[in-house]
């Protein structure tokens, strides 16, 4: 059995779903009034990806430091792949995944010298009062250089899991 070790980032401004993210896809759950402890934080995840393969994922929310914008560089250490969430509601949101995806190219790097892999989610996609049309996302996604980007609910639990085993996938393929 061989298993892989994978740490991932989940970064994006307050209040776009990060926490609940992280605990709807650990725990199983949604709970509106869970909220990790400031500071960072990571949850562990164990996947059994195929016969001969397990993958133990150790998922960091930033939980609190949104307000920097800017992340420490010790947060990104021996990071292999990120999340980057914004809310659909909120078109500031959608404008800070520049920031957050240019912070996180300009301070981690795969071992062979290549960017990290990042997938973008579009969280909350259940609410009615979207601002960010699909089409603006899809142009964002493939000029800032993400790996593909995904609509989601954690609240619905809709591509919470697929979103994952999409990043996942990237980062075993160039490993
Ligand atoms: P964080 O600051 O990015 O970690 O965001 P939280 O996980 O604390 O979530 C912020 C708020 O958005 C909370 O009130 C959540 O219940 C709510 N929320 C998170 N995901 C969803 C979702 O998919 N749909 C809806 N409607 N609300 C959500």
Same mark, same amino acid.
């Given at each position: 059995?061989?298993?892989?070790?994978?740490?991932?980032?989940?970064?994006?401004?307050?209040?776009?779903?990060?926490?609940?993210?992280?605990?709807?896809?650990?725990?199983?759950?949604?709970?509106?009034?869970?909220?990790?402890?400031?500071?960072?934080?990571?949850?562990?995840?164990?996947?059994?990806?195929?016969?001969?393969?397990?993958?133990?994922?150790?998922?960091?929310?930033?939980?609190?430091?949104?307000?920097?914008?800017?992340?420490?560089?010790?947060?990104?250490?021996?990071?292999?792949?990120?999340?980057?969430?914004?809310?659909?509601?909120?078109?500031?949101?959608?404008?800070?995944? !520049?920031?957050?995806?240019?912070?996180?190219?300009?301070?981690?790097?795969?071992?062979?010298?290549?960017?990290?892999?990042?997938?973008?989610?579009?969280?909350?996609?259940?609410?009615?009062? !979207?601002?960010?049309?699909?089409?603006?996302?899809? !142009?964002?996604?493939?000029?800032?250089?993400?790996?593909?980007?995904?609509?989601?609910?954690?609240?619905?639990?809709?591509?919470?899991?697929?979103?994952?085993?999409?990043?996942?996938?990237?980062?075993?393929?160039?490993?």
């Amino acid at each position: 059995m061989n298993e892989h070790l994978l740490k991932i980032l989940i970064i994006g401004d307050g209040n776009v779903g990060k926490s609940s993210f992280l605990h709807r896809y650990v725990n199983g759950q949604f709970n509106k009034t869970y909220k990790m402890t400031m500071g960072v934080d990571y949850a562990v995840k164990l996947l059994h990806w195929s016969d001969k393969e397990k993958v133990r994922l150790q998922l960091w929310d930033i939980a609190g430091q949104e307000r920097f914008i800017s992340m420490n560089r010790i947060y990104y250490k021996g990071a292999l792949g990120c999340v980057v969430m914004f809310d659909v509601t909120s078109s500031a949101s959608f404008l800070s995944c !520049r920031h957050w995806k240019r912070d996180l190219d300009n301070k981690a790097m795969l071992p062979n010298g290549e960017s990290i892999p990042c997938i973008l989610l579009a969280n909350k996609c259940d609410l009615p009062q !979207r601002v960010v049309p699909p089409d603006s996302i899809d !142009r964002f996604s493939k000029a800032n250089g993400f790996i593909t980007w995904m609509e989601i609910s954690v609240k619905e639990n809709k591509n919470v899991g697929e979103a994952m085993r999409r990043l996942v996938q990237d980062i075993l393929s160039v490993e």
